[in-house]
């Protein structure tokens, strides 16, 4: 089994948290408002809609790419509320992850059946390599 970090494993019980009370099939967005709740109330420090720099070059796009939340140790998370798995959804994080220079991203998605088992997926890039080993 993967080992979770701890930061990790508080978003995936929000995450948990939201989904029993909520349940599947709503809009991202209520997920999105549910988890700013819980992390809050579980005195987890995040920030909501991130913008994130997008370069060209050297010069700075003025582009509207924004984070989902950015927590912790798994800095970028993704909130999906979809049946189907689509490879965008990686390819998008993993970018995003580029950008912000994060080590790990997470996506939750809350039309799964449970969170922990099936609706969490963790992504790690070469920026992991310069975490300080604990």
């Known amino acids: 089994m993967k080992k979770l970090t701890k930061k990790r494993l508080d978003v995936i019980g929000a995450a948990i948290e939201v989904h029993k009370i909520m349940g599947r099939g709503l809009l991202e967005s209520v997920y999105h408002q549910c988890m700013i709740e819980e992390l809050t109330l579980r005195k987890i420090k995040f920030v909501s809609e991130l913008k994130i720099p997008a370069l060209y070059k050297t010069k700075d796009l003025n582009l509207n790419f ?7 140790d798994c800095p970028v998370v993704e ?8 490879p965008i959804f990686e390819a998008k994080l993993v970018n995003y992850m580029k950008l912000l220079q994060a080590p790990k991203g997470l996506i939750l ?14 992504y790690v890039n070469e ?8």
């Open 66 to 72: 924004r984070r989902d939340l950015f927590v912790g």
């Open 79 to 86: 909130l999906k509320a979809t049946n189907d798995h689509n």
């Open 109 to 122: 998605n809350f039309n799964y059946n449970t969170i922990f088992k099936d609706g969490q997926k963790t």
């Open 127 to 134: 920026y992991f390599k310069l975490l300080p080993e604990i």
